[in-house]
């Protein structure tokens, strides 16, 4: 019986070492921002509300670019459907990653917060303009 007992609390022991031990698979923000990702939409805050809802306006002229960051900080601007770079840029991710700074060479940078990021979606809040515009993208 107590070699039973025994080979109970060893298991249970055994059990809660390896499950205390597993690692949590997260990703980090720039390992999700690792990529290129084509404009879906922009929306312009119509109302001047601050939040994106359904009296906003739906914007298809969106850059006709695609966006390629890359490990280290370094970007390209890329013409959709082809692996032809048209520019770089360099990148960052300032206030504990909730803002994106992406500065280009020759017309300065640009700074917008980030609404969202995952594996597969982006979602960029500038404020700098007349009215707050959301600017979407996904992975490709």
Not at 15 to 34: G, R, V, Y
Not at 98 to 112: D, M
Request: hydrophobic share 35%; with cysteine.
């Amino acid at each position: 019986m107590n070699y039973l007992r025994s080979a109970v609390v060893a298991a249970a022991i055994t059990s809660i070492a390896f499950t205390s031990c597993k690692k949590k698979h997260t990703t980090s923000p720039q390992s999700n921002l690792i990529g290129t990702w084509k404009p879906y939409i922009n929306v312009a805050d119509a109302n001047g509300n601050g939040k994106w809802d359904a009296n906003d306006a739906v914007d298809s002229l969106k850059s006709p670019y695609n966006l390629q960051f890359v490990s280290g900080g370094a970007g390209f601007l890329m013409l959709p459907g082809t692996s032809t770079s048209i520019g770089n840029f360099s990148w960052e991710f300032l206030s504990s990653n909730t803002y994106l700074k992406v500065t280009y060479p020759s017309s300065g940078s640009t700074t917008q917060h980030i609404d969202s990021l995952s594996t597969s979606l982006l979602v960029l809040r500038d404020t700098t303009g007349i009215s707050t515009v959301w600017q979407v993208f996904t992975k490709q």
